[in-house]
């Protein structure tokens, strides 16, 4: 006879009803229910709403408040909400911060414009739209999708009103190498999130996010060439006329104050200089400096003996450090050397890292989930559940990540809650760093799937490029199952030889 499994470690709350391992089953299936409801249905914040379902989760488990929330006396007592918020934010806030400010810098510059006009200069009309693709692709690393799409779309714009074609042949390969670099690659933070909960170095997410990424994105591309010739829509004359009165303001108050939006001084060498263009090799060795450090340091840890080299690499190549580098290099390179003054490069930080404060929360409010999930007990009883379901940890991971998606939108929400759940699971079988980047790239493969009406990119999408709702189901809807499908098929064959 088998032995009796053990006992769960929490007994009250929801378990003194339906003990054991059904208990805590029902406990998680609950706790999703609760956070999908909040979030779609009671259109609750989602940082709330985690945060609500964590606390009720860890009661219906047993847990007791200390255990939850510690003491409001000094103790020695640590909170599960306290360890889970620590714990992830303690690993992402900086890199998200620095890249938020890297992406910020690049921004203002006009590294999209520069990088942009040069690609679609080199590739002629006739290939503008793959102009159009490896910009996203490229300016998406170190800038948010939201970003990207308010930076780039008068180039969109531009670019489709010359041809004449439909505005889809331009905008759907831009938005695929946006939406791939910000689901695939760091430092946005879905990757960065999942790296930190399963502890995985960030240049084997960076390596694994370029296999799984690139074939999916240049699969979206096709797409985007397909549907971008069978679905005119026509350039939005609104959005037309208020990005070229923007751009004449711009340069109506650069003429006056000599520089940048009126935050360069001017006063350089006496005088108000029009500021130089950017260069694109400029541009391209500030994207590429913190990427290429922290793959150095991931491999130099493989193919070197302990030295003083490799130690100087590793320091190098940690991301703290490697987007603290690509960060001093982008206010020399586009700021200070172009004239900006040191006023002019506080402003453009400061004003950069006001919208993060709600993606660290969500994100830390993820870590709490995900802590509540492993210390009730919860995060076992999945974990058992879904090994005796007998599929491959990498696609319960991308199915999970998938339902989360389309239930409730947020693609961040998606990968921090499938990473708190299947954590366990991972951990239980001892994978290695590689296999773990790609069971990562699995779950930001999910969190892309189908993007619809819940989602606030689809409607940025629409409302940006002027497409109806019905095209947008039918060009950026699929656009995304494409990425997100081919991406998780990409992981999946990869984990077969990793």
């Known amino acids: 006879m088998a032995p009796a499994p053990p006992p769960p470690p929490h007994s009250g709350g929801l378990l003194a009803l339906i003990p054991g391992t059904p208990g805590l089953l029902t406990v998680a299936a609950l706790g999703i229910a609760l956070l999908l ?19 009720a989760v860890g009661l219906a488990a047993g847990l007791s408040v200390t255990e939850l929330l510690g003491t409001v006396q000094k103790s020695d007592a640590v909170s599960l909400v306290e360890t889970g918020m620590g714990g992830i934010l303690g690993h992402i806030a900086l890199i998200i911060g620095l890249g938020t400010l890297l992406g910020a810098i690049l921004e203002v510059s006009g590294g999209a414009e520069v990088l942009s006009s040069r690609l679609l200069r080199r590739f002629g009309e006739r290939r503008a739209p793959l102009a159009m693709g490896l910009t996203g692709l490229l300016f998406g690393i170190p800038v948010f999708f939201d970003v990207g799409i308010f930076v780039l779309a008068p180039l969109v714009y531009a670019a489709a009103r010359r041809s004449g074609a439909s505005i889809l042949l331009y905008c759907m390969p831009l938005l695929a190498g946006l939406s791939m670099t910000h689901a695939f690659l760091p430092p946005h933070p879905g990757p960065v999130a999942a790296a930190g909960l399963f502890k995985v170095d960030l240049g084997w997410v960076i390596l694994m996010g370029a296999v799984c990424g690139l074939p999916a ?33 711009v340069a109506a108050q650069r003429d006056a104050d000599g520089g940048l939006d009126g935050a360069v001084d001017g006063a350089v060498n006496g005088g108000a200089p029009r500021e130089e263009p950017v260069s694109l090799t400029t541009v391209l060795t500030v994207i590429g400096t913190p990427l290429l450090l922290i793959l150095l340091a991931t491999f130099s840890s493989i193919a070197l003996a302990p030295s003083a080299g490799r130690s100087v690499i590793e320091f190098a190549g940690h991301p703290f450090v490697a987007l603290t580098i690509a960060l001093l290099l982008a206010y020399y390179l586009l700021g200070v050397r172009r004239g900006w003054s040191r006023t002019s490069l506080e402003a453009v930080s400061t004003a950069s890292l006001k919208p993060v404060g709600n993606i660290l929360l969500v994100v830390g409010a993820g870590g709490v989930f995900g802590a509540v999930l492993k210390g009730s007990g919860v995060a076992t009883a999945l974990s058992g559940a879904f090994q005796g379901l007998g599929l491959p940890v990498i696609v319960l991971a991308y199915l999970l990540a998938l339902v989360l998606r389309v239930a409730q939108g947020s693609a961040t929400v998606a990968i921090v809650t499938t990473a708190g759940i299947v954590l366990p699971l991972v951990e239980s079988q001892h994978l290695s760093q590689p296999h773990l980047a790609l069971v990562i790239m699995a779950i930001s493969a999910g969190s892309v799937f189908a993007s619809h009406v819940n989602d606030g990119g689809f409607w940025m999408v629409a409302k940006y490029f002027g497409i109806s709702e019905r095209d947008t189901l039918a060009s950026w809807t699929v656009l995304e199952s494409v990425l997100s499908l081919v991406g998780f098929v990409v992981a999946a064959l990869v984990s077969l030889v990793v």
Not at 37 to 55: G, N, T, W
Not at 226 to 248: H, K, N, S, T, Y
């Open 37 to 55: 409801v909040l979030i779609i249905k009671v259109r609750l914040q989602p940082f709330v709403a985690l945060l609500v379902v964590s606390l």
């Open 217 to 249: 994105v240049l699969a979206a591309w096709g797409y985007a060439a397909w549907i971008g010739r069978r679905l005119f829509v026509p350039v939005p004359q609104d959005m037309l006329a208020a990005a070229e009165e923007a751009r004449a303001a």
